[in-house]
C-alpha cells in the first residue's frame, strides 16, 4: 500500500475563506499574523472552527494520532527555529492527553501555544460533552491562560498568549488559550477586530543596568579558575559565546540546552570531566541556565565551598534559582556577554595551569571513551553493545544533522558517545516518548537536513504510532530503535536493588520494524553489528524508516552507575547525595 501525504496546506484544493470574519477566521489571521505556517493537532467538534480556518488560510495542519505528540512537535519546532510552536487540541480529552506534552514544554521552557475549544457557553457547567475545567487542569504548567467568553477579548487575548509563549517579557515556556465552540462561530465585528493585533509585536530587548555589569567585572576580574555553564541563551551567542570564552580563559560546559553553540573541539570545553570542573572552579558563570538537578542544585557541597557564581539570565528562575549570584545580570546572554567583554572583564590572575590539568584530562577521558566504544564486546546474549550502534551513528551524522534520543540507559549512552550537533531528548522532565514526534517535527521543519531519533524500544512504545504522521505528512526522518526488549534502566535498578525482583521491565518479542512497515514506513531488523552500515544507507534513502536494532541489556550505562535511575535523597546522583549528606549544614 502507498501512503501519501494530505497535508492540510492544499489551500488551493480548499474551498476559498468564507466573506464573513468569525472568531475562529480571526484565531486563524492571527496565526498567519504571526507568521505560524504549520499547527499540529487532532481533530474534534469543539475546535475544528479553528481547524478548518487554518487550514483555509493556508497553514499546515499536521494532524497526529495523539494530542500528546502534537505538543511535542510543536515544541520541537520551537526549540530547533525559535519560533513559537503552536498545538490545536480539542476539548476534554484533547486537552488532558495534551497535559504530558505541556509539562514537558514548561520544565523545558519551550515556547508553545495551546490553543483548544471549550463547551458552548449555554451548556457551562451543565455537564457538557467533554467538560472539564481545562484552565485550572493547565493553569500551574503555563506561563498565561487565557479562557475567552467575548468577541472583543479574541484579539488583545490572543496577543497576550503569544506573547507570554515567546517570553519577550520573561521565560518563555507554554500559555494556553481557550474559546467556547459557539463563540468561534459568531461574527466578530469590524469594531470588534483592531487590525493591529494581528501582527506580531516588536520584542524588546532589555540591556543591562551599569551597576550589574561593573559588579559582574569585578569579580570575574578576580577569577583564578572560572568555568561557564551554558543553558538555552546560549543558542543567542552564536559566536559571541566563543569570543568570551576566548576572552576570559574560562572552561566550558554546555548543557542539552545548548548543545551545539560551541564547536566540541573548542579548547575550553571539557565535557568529559563535568564533575571536576564543577568541584574545582572558583567562578561560576551561568548563562540563562537553572541550577537545577542536573547541576546539583549548585550545592556547596558539590561545587567549591567558596565558589562564586555569576549568574546570568532574563528573570529570577535563571538567576537566583536555589542560590543566589554574587553578581546577577538580568540581561540576554548575549548582550551580557558582549558587555562583560567590552567592560574588560579578563581575568588578572588566571591559574591557566588549572585549566590545562582540566583539558588534559578531559582528553584522556574522551581518549578512553573513544577506545571503550571501539573495544565495546557483545553481552553474554549475545547481542551488541550499544556503543556499536552509535559508532555506526556516529559514522553518518554530519554537522548539519539533527539528532532525537529518548529512552533509559540508551539515553545515558547517547548523551556521552552520540555526536550531537543539534539535538533534543527528554530534557529535565524525563519525558520518555518525545523521540518519534520530536524527530518527526525536525524533519519537517527543516526539510533537507537529515534528522536521526535513537530511541529506546519502550520509549518507542508511547508514540509508535505516530509512525504514521510521519508517513502521511513525508516527515524523512530516520528512527533507530535500540531493543533490548525491556525498560532496561529500570531492569538494572530491580537487578541491583530490589533483590532481582524482576516486576514489570520485559518486553519481549516486539518487532518494531514490523510495526513500521504496517504503517508504511521502511523497516529493517538489524542483528548484527556488520549490517549497521547498510542498514543505514537503506534507512536513510528511503526515510520515513526504523532500524530495529537488538542490543544487549548486559550492558550498564553512567546514568545507572551514578545512581540517577535510583534516585537518592538529597541529589540526583549518589555521589553528590553522598556529599550533600556530610555537609556540615546542609540547607
Ligand atoms: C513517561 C515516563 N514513564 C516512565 C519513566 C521512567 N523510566 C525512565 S527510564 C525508563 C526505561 C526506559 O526504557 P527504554 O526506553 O527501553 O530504554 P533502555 O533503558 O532500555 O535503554 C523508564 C520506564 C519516564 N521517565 N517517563
Request: net charge negative; glycine share 10%; aromatic share 6%.
Amino acid at each position: 500500500m502507498t501512503r501519501q501525504w494530505f497535508e492540510s496546506t492544499n489551500a488551493e484544493a480548499a474551498p476559498p475563506a468564507r466573506d464573513r470574519r468569525t472568531v475562529a477566521r480571526a484565531v486563524a489571521e492571527f496565526l498567519v499574523g504571526h507568521g505560524v505556517e504549520r499547527v499540529y493537532g487532532l481533530c474534534g467538534g469543539h475546535v475544528l472552527p479553528i481547524w478548518d480556518e487554518v487550514a483555509r488560510l493556508g497553514v499546515g495542519v499536521v494532524d497526529v494520532r495523539n494530542e500528546c505528540a502534537a505538543v511535542y512537535m510543536a515544541h520541537a519546532e520551537a526549540e530547533l527555529t525559535g519560533r513559537v510552536g503552536v498545538a490545536l487540541v480539542t476539548a476534554g480529552p484533547g486537552l488532558t492527553n495534551a497535559v504530558t506534552g505541556i509539562a514537558n514544554a514548561a520544565m523545558s521552557r519551550a515556547r508553545v501555544l495551546i490553543v483548544s475549544g471549550r463547551v458552548p457557553r449555554p451548556q457551562t457547567g451543565m455537564g457538557g460533552l467533554q467538560e472539564i475545567p481545562q484552565a485550572a487542569v493547565v493553569a500551574p504548567l503555563c506561563r498565561r491562560v487565557e479562557v475567552v467568553s467575548e468577541r472583543h477579548h479574541v484579539l488583545p487575548r490572543l496577543d497576550a498568549v503569544f506573547d507570554a509563549a515567546l517570553g519577550s517579557d520573561g521565560r518563555p515556556g507554554p500559555a494556553y488559550i481557550d474559546f467556547p465552540t459557539d463563540l468561534l462561530r459568531e461574527t466578530l465585528a469590524d469594531a470588534e477586530c483592531d487590525r493591529a493585533w494581528l501582527g506580531p509585536r516588536r520584542v524588546q530587548r532589555p540591556r543591562p543596568d551599569p551597576d550589574a555589569v561593573a559588579a559582574a567585572v569585578a569579580l570575574l576580574r578576580e577569577a583564578r579558575r572560572p568555568l561557564v555553564i551554558a543553558g538555552r541563551g546560549a543558542r543567542r551567542c552564536g559566536t559571541g559565546l566563543v569570543r568570551f570564552l576566548d576572552g576570559t580563559g574560562a572552561v566550558y560546559l554546555d548543557t542539552a540546552e545548548s548543545r551545539g553553540v560551541v564547536p566540541p573541539d573548542h579548547p575550553g570545553a571539557v565535557p568529559a570531566v563535568r564533575g571536576r570542573a564543577m568541584r574545582e572552579a572558583d567562578t561560576v558563570i551561568t548563562l540563562d541556565r537553572r541550577l537545577d538537578f542536573q547541576l546539583a542544585y549548585g550545592s556547596r557541597a558539590v561545587f567549591a565551598a567558596d565558589a562564586r557564581f555569576l549568574r546570568v539570565g532574563r528573570t529570577g528562575d535563571e538567576t537566583a534559582d536555589n542560590r543566589r549570584g554574587d553578581a546577577e545580570l538580568h540581561v540576554d546572554a548575549d548582550i551580557a556577554l558582549a558587555s562583560l567583554l567590552s567592560a574588560g572583564c579578563a581575568p588578572r590572575n588566571l591559574d591557566a595551569g588549572w585549566r590545562e590539568r582540566l583539558v588534559a584530562a578531559n582528553t584522556e577521558r574522551a581518549g578512553k571513551l573513544a577506545m571503550a566504544m571501539r573495544e565495546a564486546g557483545p553481552g553474554a546474549d549475545g547481542r551488541m553493545h550499544p556503543y556499536t550502534l552509535i559508532s555506526a551513528l556516529n559514522d553518518v551524522i554530519d554537522s548539519d544533522a539533527v539528532v532525537v534520543a529518548d529512552g533509559g540507559d540508551i539515553l545515558s549512552f547517547a548523551r556521552v558517545a552520540l555526536k550531537t550537533p543539534s539535538y533534543l531528548d527528554c530534557g529535565p522532565f524525563g519525558c520518555l516518548g518525545v523521540g518519534v514526534p520530536f524527530a518527526t517535527s525536525a524533519a519537517l521543519n527543516l526539510p533537507g537536513r537529515p534528522v536521526f531519533a535513537l530511541i529506546g524500544d519502550g520509549a518507542f512504545g508511547f508514540s509508535a504510532v505516530e509512525l504514521d504522521t510521519a508517513v502521511r505528512t513525508g516527515a524523512r526522518a530516520v528512527f533507530v530503535v535500540a531493543n533490548n526488549e525491556g525498560w532496561n534502566i529500570e531492569r538494572h535498578d530491580q537487578l541491583q536493588n530490589y533483590g532481582g525482583n524482576l516486576v514489570g521491565v520485559e518486553l519481549p518479542g516486539c518487532r518494531y520494524d514490523v510495526l513500521a512497515t504496517s504503517l508504511g514506513a521502511y523497516g529493517e531488523r538489524v542483528v548484527a553489528a556488520a549490517e549497521l552500515p547498510g542498514a543505514l544507507q537503506r534507512a536513510m534513502e528511503r526515510a520515513p524508516s526504523v532500524l530495529d536494532v537488538l542490543v544487549t541489556r548486559d550492558a550498564v550505562s553512567a546514568d545507572f552507575t551514578a545512581g540517577l535511575a535510583g534516585v537518592p535523597d538529597r541529589q540526583a546522583l549518589r555521589a553528590w547525595d553522598e556529599a550533600e549528606g556530610q555537609r556540615p549544614n546542609p540547607g
